[in-house]
């Protein structure tokens, strides 16, 4: 997963729960999932959900899975899930993680057919709360295509700010692709801003670091997502 730009001012990290309940909250779509604390809980969750899954460890406050070793794809069957599983409380623990419910795992449906996607927010000292997006992968990593607004924008202008990205004609259908479904990735860059906006007080940075966008009627799906707030006295804490 491609690092996204930095927050200006680092907050406290929210945990999975609570993550999970903002984006619920403000209808963002997030991929079927559940957090374990052991191996045997992951077999069982992944059971659930139906294979194959994707696994991750969890440390508090690391936004970047996959640049520590705490991500496996494509897990297949029961022994798999158990297996990395282990790997991944090993993992987390090893850097920092601690013993027992503060390392976990989150079990995923494994989500494919999807173009990667960037949306984030930080809080700027001047002008207060900004959210960015752009297409994931090389775009991000490399080009740095990225535009910016400050929140709250309405589909229309997201849309204006999505055809300035280099990478607009892959949402759009270049080279035979299918065109991606950008009406629901307009909404839900809209539907962000406005999360961002009313919760500013709040909230000091979002990463929701890939969206998969689907081909056109598909709608869009966050499958990692970190958010950041400030401590209960109102101070920003890192």
Do not use: C
């Amino acid at each position: 997963m491609p690092a996204a730009p930095e927050p200006v001012a680092a907050g406290r990290a929210m945990d999975w729960a609570g993550t999970v309940e903002w984006l619920r909250r403000w209808d963002l779509p997030y991929v079927p999932s559940g957090l374990v604390p052991s191996p045997a809980d992951a077999v069982r969750r992944a059971g659930e959900l139906g294979y194959p899954v994707v696994l991750k460890g969890v440390v508090p406050g690391l936004a970047h899975k996959s640049e520590h070793q705490l991500v496996e794809l494509g897990i297949a069957g029961p022994d798999e899930a158990e297996a990395a599983a282990d790997r991944l409380l090993a993992t987390a623990r090893s850097l920092g993680a601690g013993a027992g419910a503060s390392a976990a795992v989150e079990v995923q449906k494994m989500i494919a057919g999807g173009a990667e996607f960037y949306l984030g927010a930080h809080r700027d000292p001047i002008l207060g709360p900004i959210i960015s997006f752009g297409l994931g992968g090389i775009f991000l990593e490399i080009l740095h295509d990225v535009v910016y607004a400050v929140p709250p924008v309405t589909e229309e202008q997201v849309l204006a700010l999505l055809r300035e990205l280099k990478g607009w004609a892959v949402l759009a259908g270049a080279r035979g692709q299918q065109p991606r479904d950008v009406p629901a990735l307009a909404g839900l860059v809209s539907r962000f801003s406005a999360a961002v906006a009313a919760d500013a007080g709040t909230v000091t940075a979002v990463d929701l670091n890939p969206v998969m966008v689907f081909p056109t009627g598909g709608g869009v799906l966050a499958v990692d997502a970190y958010l950041e707030r400030k401590g209960d006295d109102g101070a920003v804490q890192h």
